[in-house]
């Protein structure tokens, strides 16, 4: 058990003290969940399983908690993914307004599947659950920005820029 | 009170209630599936939809109180309409696998599919698959027809204190995990399949089995720990198919222990028919055969009974009955945990119900692992702490709870008298005390501040005190039980006389047993010495395992070395190499009988299962053997070996005769007192011995499916604090009196330096029992 605990990563000191003064902001250590899980993810750039069970053990909550929020939020990730991370709402509203042919065409332009990365490492292709944002449909989350009512030929022209800046956000 | 109508008829309930439950308490249907009286309210299934007059939209019921001249209807059109369109929703993904599925003709979702459902599905699209997990051997899953009520994962949260089950993902991605390293880590796992509404978890031992409808129901009572739950035993023919809590039992819940234990019913350790020694092996005999034998071996002999505390009450009588006919003056033993034999200790047993003592202000913990002992009380306590209720502990470990308690302080066992000394000190500081209190308190030099947790909560209006099996073990018990006694006393918490404390007794029906055994009662350790010394002819072992089980193993080898062993009892065990007889006796699955538990509640089964061999009640043996040894028999029917056991206890006679008066009282020893002890501990090292759920009693070491769950939850052989044995942990050697064998030394920073928890038991001897433990090439 030791063995396991001293394999998992740590987060900086100076984090440690910016998590113990958010902690105590709180009534419950629980509270602070979010924002540790957005310092772990700006830190480790993703958040594996080990990162999960740190955070877990630096607030003192079940692994399962911390599991529970993680994947429930699309803006926590569990894998390393592109520079540009592409989150297609399939969900009822954004259907209907042809979010599956929208995947169908990120898909066959980038040559990936739902869940993949491409080769260059520059876009990942995900479906998501209601982005919250229905009157928009078909929403794409592309990293932490919004893009509503979008189509095939938007996509494109975003795909088309972001290879022109190889890379670079 | 709250009045309301429901479906136009008047009824009042406690306020706050939600309309669902006063709808269940009052016979008005509404169907739900994540709502359960144990569990927080969820409210995310939307079955339980009612309309209420002058609302505009259909309410969920489960989590809306009811107020005062509310008028709920629970059987409309519109909410037809609303739970056909429910039902829709919560089947889409569904597999609609009926007929291949386990829960099939006691799930709500088929149930309800035929009351509220369409006929016919509409939706044609693509259904999405769940991966199924791994949970262990006691619970399979099928998360394909899971309808996300959340009901495990509050279970988890809240029941069984592990929080490892828990809701991934959202929206259509939904899903239920279960974090698992090697199985779930809750004793009470099993419980998961009944929680379930629909089968998506079920019960992996009986799975694909039998069919709900096909199993006969067996009120009985779980006897493998004190707590003697409620049981419901599920048989076909005479096979047991699963054992679950009695519906409206004293507990919701049963642990893993007394669930699974069933495997070892039909296992090959039972022993099904007579058998005589012959030629160095057991061979099968006639009764009349075995009976003769045994006969031949203790006629006119000194004979030495052990016996398990775990038989009915009418067996227990028995044997005193067939000590009396035939063997009096017998050493008789029952106890193989307890070093001190002096009358307090004869004692046990709770003073108050388990109800009580979830209600009363504080909880003390006194040194025991009670998530191992006693898994449902533990679990009581669990609630407790859920809802703010302060629970402490004091003992020589941090005992995984799965729920931390309040407070918390970690003693060596030879430390229990100082901190009861000081405890003392600190009540009678604030002016309270009892006859006798002084006296003992000056009779202990040390104080130790850890008596201080102890004082606090004994200043409460009302304190229960859980006494464990450190103290109870203890070399110096009946001191320390008789100081636990007067500061009860002292601080009002019990009467003169009286100690109204909860000693947790080693098994079944402690009150019965000091009632029946209180005057003719030993040591099982002097009983072993005793027969080792030659003071005794031969062993009469009626369902006890001193080999397996207690503090006395090694004395017990060198025992039965010596004379000849005569089994009686429903499991052989390793004890049975020694066996010159075996005389089978029936199961507690298999007797018409009755149990008390360890608050004197009193239980008794009708309708048991029928034998699988030529077993007979352990009463018709004891009144065999008594017969075939020229003695009269006291009784030939169950009626006439009762008013045997009212002679005994008298309280009994309420059992049978009428249905109200359940508990009974433990003939207590109120006049003995024992001053504090100044001994000096004869070792430098305190050995505590472990308890592991999945190991201890000889049903359990035959269970396949709990040993399988005992290697996933394998305790070390011996734990320690890593100052202790410096650099010690991993495989060593250890030499004790009777020899060389290797242990696994574990350490652990929550247990207090200076002890050695000893968990392995075996031929070798039982670390607990030696004077002096050496490891090779470490101290000790
Ligand atoms: S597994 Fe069963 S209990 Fe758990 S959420 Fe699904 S249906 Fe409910
Ligand atoms: S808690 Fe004790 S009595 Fe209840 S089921 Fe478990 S072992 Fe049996
Ligand atoms: S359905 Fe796509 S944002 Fe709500
Ligand atoms: S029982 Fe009320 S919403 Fe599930």
Partial sequence: MSAVEQALPQFSSKRLEEIKTLIARYPHSRSALLPVLHMAQEDFEYLSMDVQKLVAKTLGLHLMAVREVVTFYTMFREKPCGTYLLEVCTNAGCMLNGADELVRHLCDTLEIKVGGTTPDGLFTVTEVECAGACAGAPVVQINNAYHEKVDAAHMDVFITEARGQGGKK | ?780
């Fill in chain 2, 1 to 780: 009170m709250t009045a309301l109508y429901i479906n136009d008829e008047e009824v009042t309930v406690t306020p706050g209630t939600s309309i669902l439950e006063a709808c269940r308490e009052n016979g008005a249907e509404v169907p739900y599936f994540c709502y359960h009286p144990e569990l927080s309210v969820a409210a995310n299934c939307r079955m339980c939809l009612v309309e209420i007059e002058g609302w505009n939209k259909p309410a969920a019921s489960c989590c809306t109180p009811v107020a005062e001249g509310m008028k709920v209807r629970t059987q409309t059109e519109a909410l037809e309409k609303d739970r056909e369109m429910m039902m829709e929703y919560l089947l889409i993904h569904h597999p609609l696998d009926c007929p291949v599925c386990d829960q099939g003709g006691a799930c709500k979702l088929q149930d309800y599919a035929v009351e509220h459902g369409a006929s016919h599905g509409r939706y044609a699209e693509m259904k999405r698959a769940v991966v199924d997990h791994d949970l262990g051997p006691f619970v399979s899953t099928c998360m394909t027809r899971c309808i996300h009520c959340t009901r495990c994962v509050r279970f988890a949260d809240e029941v069984a204190g592990t929080g490892d089950m828990g809701v991934l993902d959202r929206g259509d991605h939904m899903r239920i995990d279960g974090i698992v390293e090697d199985c779930l880590s809750s004793e009470l796992s099993g419980n998961l399949s009944d929680i379930c509404p629909v089968g998506a978890l079920l019960d992996k031992p009986s799975h694909d089995v039998s069919r709900p409808w096909e199993v006969t129901r067996h009120k009985s009572t779980c006897t493998q720990c004190p707590q003697g739950c409620d049981i419901t035993i599920e048989s076909r023919g005479d096979e047991v198919i699963r054992i679950r809590p009695e519906k409206d039992g004293m507990e919701p819940w049963i642990c893993d222990r007394g669930r699974y234990v069933y495997d070892a019913f039909r296992s090959e350790q039972r022993i099904l028919e007579p058998k005589v020694r012959e030629s160095g092996g057991l061979v099968a005999a006639s009764w009349d055969d075995a009976i003769g034998r045994a006969v031949e071996l203790m006629k006119g002999k000194r004979v030495g009974i052990v016996f398990s505390p775990d038989w009915s009450v009418e067996g227990l009588t028995s044997i005193r009955l067939l000590n009396d006919a035939v063997f009096e003056g017998a050493k008789v033993a029952f106890d193989l945990h307890r070093r001190d034999m002096r009358s307090f200790a004869f004692e046990e047993g709770l003073a108050m119900t388990t109800q009580q003592i979830e209600d009363s202000g504080q909880v003390v913990i006194l040194g025991s692992d009670l998530r191992q002992r006693l898994p449902v009380l533990m679990q009581r306590l669990r609630k407790r702490i859920n809802a703010g209720k302060p629970v402490s502990r004091i003992g020589a470990m941090n005992y995984r709870t799965n729920t931390e308690p309040t407070k918390d302080s970690l003693i060596r066992p030879r430390d229990w008298s100082a901190v009861i000394a000081f405890a003392m000190q600190q009540v009678s500081g604030l002016g309270k005390t009892a006859a006798g209190m002084d006296a003992w308190m000056a009779g202990v030099e040390g104080r130790h501040e850890a008596g201080k947790l102890l004082a606090d909560a004994l200043m409460d209006d009302s304190c229960a005190l859980l006494v464990g099996e450190e103290i109870r073990s203890h070399e110096d018990a009946a001191a320390l039980i008789y100081g636990l006694d007067l500061l009860m006393r002292a601080c009002g918490h019990a009467e003169a006389g009286k100690d109204g404390r909860n000693l947790i007794s080693e098994g079944m029906n402690p009150q019965l047993l000091s009632s029946v055994f209180g005057d003719v009662r030993t040591s099982a350790g002097e009983l072993f010495d005793a027969a080792s010394n030659g003071e005794l002819d031969v062993l009469l072992l009626i369902g006890s395992d001193p080999q397996g089980d207690g503090l006395f193993s090694v004395q017990a080898k060198q025992a039965m070395d010596k004379v000849p062993l005569v089994q009686v009892g429903a499991i052989s065990g390793q004890i049975s190499e020694y066996a010159e007889v075996q005389l089978p006796a029936a199961a507690y699955s298999e007797v018409e009988g009755s149990f008390v538990n360890m608050e004197g509640r009193i239980r008794v089964a009708e309708n048991p299962l029928s034998s699988l061999g030529a077993e007979r009640p352990l009463w018709k043996v004891m009144m065999r053997l008594i017969q075939d040894m020229g003695g009269d028999i006291p009784a030939v029917n169950l009626d006439e070996l009762r008013a045997h056991v009212i002679r005994f206890a008298p309280q009994m006679e309420h059992a049978w005769r009428s249905s109200d008066e359940l508990m009974i009282t433990a003939a207590r020893n109120n006049t003995a007192t024992h001053a504090s002890s100044t001994k000096a501990p004869s070792r430098s090292l305190d050995l505590i011995s472990r308890y592991s759920m999945y190991r201890e009693g000889a049903w359990v070491r035959a269970s396949d499916l709990l040993s399988e769950a005992g290697c996933l939850h394998a305790l070390d052989d011996v734990l320690v604090h890593p100052n202790t044995l410096a650099g010690a942990e991993g495989e060593r050697v250890v030499r004790t009196s009777s020899g060389e064998q290797s242990v696994h030394v574990g350490s652990r920073e929550d247990v207090v330096p200076g002890v050695l928890f000893v968990a392995k038991r075996g031929v070798a001897g039982d670390l607990s029992s030696e004077s002096e433990v050496d490891f090779v090439g470490g101290a000790a």
